[in-house]
C-alpha cells in the first residue's frame, strides 16, 4: 500500500502563502486520485481538494476556491497543495489521502479515501 508524507506546514500571517507537500512511496498517477483534507480543533475532518488520476480533473471546496491549488509532479511522485491568501479559519492539521483508482467512491469525502498521511500542521495568524 502506498505511503503519504506531508511536509510544509508552519506558521504564516493572513494573507501569506504555503506549499504543502504530500511525498507517495510509489507513482500515483497510475493508480491513484488523491486528495486534500484538514482538520481544525474540535471540527471534523473537511474536504480541501481533489486531483484526478490523470490530472486532468481537480476540485475544491468552495471555501478555499480561488485561493488554493493542487497539482501533481509524477517524476517526484508529490502531490502539492499551494495556499494563497491565508485566512485565520484555514488553520487546522492538513492531511493527504489516496484512493484507489479502480475505485468509485467520491473525492469530496474523507470515507471515500483509502490511505492517509500523518498531517501537517498550519497556522494562520491574524
Known amino acids: 500500500q502506498v505511503q503519504l508524507v506531508e511536509s510544509g506546514g508552519g506558521l504564516v500571517q493572513a494573507g501569506g502563502s504555503l506549499r504543502l507537500s504530500c511525498a507517495a512511496s510509489e507513482r500515483t498517477d497510475s493508480r491513484y486520485k488523491m486528495g486534500w483534507f484538514r482538520q481544525a480543533p474540535g471540527k471534523a475532518r473537511e474536504f480541501v481538494a481533489a486531483l484526478s488520476r490523470s490530472g486532468g480533473r481537480t476540485y475544491y471546496a468552495d471555501s478555499v476556491k480561488g485561493r488554493f491549488t493542487i497539482s501533481r509532479d509524477n517524476a517526484k511522485n508529490t502531490v502539492y497543495l499551494q495556499m494563497d491568501s491565508l485566512k485565520p479559519e484555514d488553520t487546522a492539521i492538513y492531511y493527504c489521502?489516496?484512493?484507489?483508482?479502480?475505485?468509485?467512491?467520491?473525492?469530496?469525502?474523507?470515507?471515500?479515501?483509502?490511505?492517509w498521511g500523518q498531517g501537517t500542521h498550519v497556522t494562520v495568524s491574524a
Open positions: 489521502a489516496a484512493q484507489e483508482a479502480v475505485t468509485s467512491s467520491s473525492l469530496l469525502t474523507a470515507l471515500g479515501y483509502d490511505y
